[in-house]
């Protein structure tokens, strides 16, 4: 894959800039629009990538990820229709929309691939899920496959999945975030410091979170090992079971599935 560039150059769009540079990408292959520019400029310092208006990124750009808000699409698709080469590949990591929509609006016949990435590609350990819309073919799930496996994993699916992708994976490192927190503060009412607090939690999510990557072990299984007859994790387990707290997180992620379909459908023609 030649030049890349990523429109909207926010959280994931720096996430991902960021991860192929520390994945071996030269800065001299990677593009970037910015609407803000004193954001633009933060970039160029950080990373020595260039940033480009709408037109030159679809000049100079092999495959263009889109980046952007949902709410903020229409511009970008605005900006890029009249200028997109043909056969430049369009990735979309934009929560909700459909591949459709990109099809809709750009020159008929372009490859069009949706992602649901998440934060962790920060630190290259990415979940990303990839779908193919109408006139992209394998080549280029491949090619997307390919570029986001330096920053993670990945995984196909179909399209209509990726609602409730975007929901457990897309969101779900806040999530865990959120629970963390939560255990700290649990940590401060027994009376630790913080910063013991914040070790012994996050350090516990680390071993937790290897011992569920080594898939030895189903985390039903994991969970019983560490819950003793008559011991101190049961006690706890009944807590969470009589606030709710399963039910809460299937709830939540419902909500969230249903999220990324309204997005989609508000830009329903
Ligand atoms: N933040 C996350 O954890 C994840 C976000 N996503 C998706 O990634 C997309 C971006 O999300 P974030 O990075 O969180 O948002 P963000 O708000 O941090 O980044 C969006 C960037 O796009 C720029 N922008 C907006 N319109 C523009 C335009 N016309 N031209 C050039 N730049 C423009 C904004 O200035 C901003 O820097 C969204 O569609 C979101 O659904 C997907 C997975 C995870
Ligand atoms: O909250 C959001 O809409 C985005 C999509 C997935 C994660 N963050």
Redesign the pocket.
Known sequence: MGTIAVLGAGKIGEALLSGLISGGRSPEDLLFTERHPERAAELEARYGITGVTVREAAQRADLLVVAVKPQDIDPVLADLAPVLRPQSLVVSLC?GLPTSLFERKLPSGTPVVRVMPNTPMLVGEAMSAVSAGKYAGPEHVKAVTELLSCVGKVVEVPESQQDAV?ALS??GPAYFFYLVEAMIDAGILLGLPRAVAERLIVQSAVGAAKMLDEGESHPVLLREAVTSPGGTTINAIRELEKHGVRAALIAAIEAARDRSAELGRAHED
């Open positions: 929560a975007t897309g969101s």
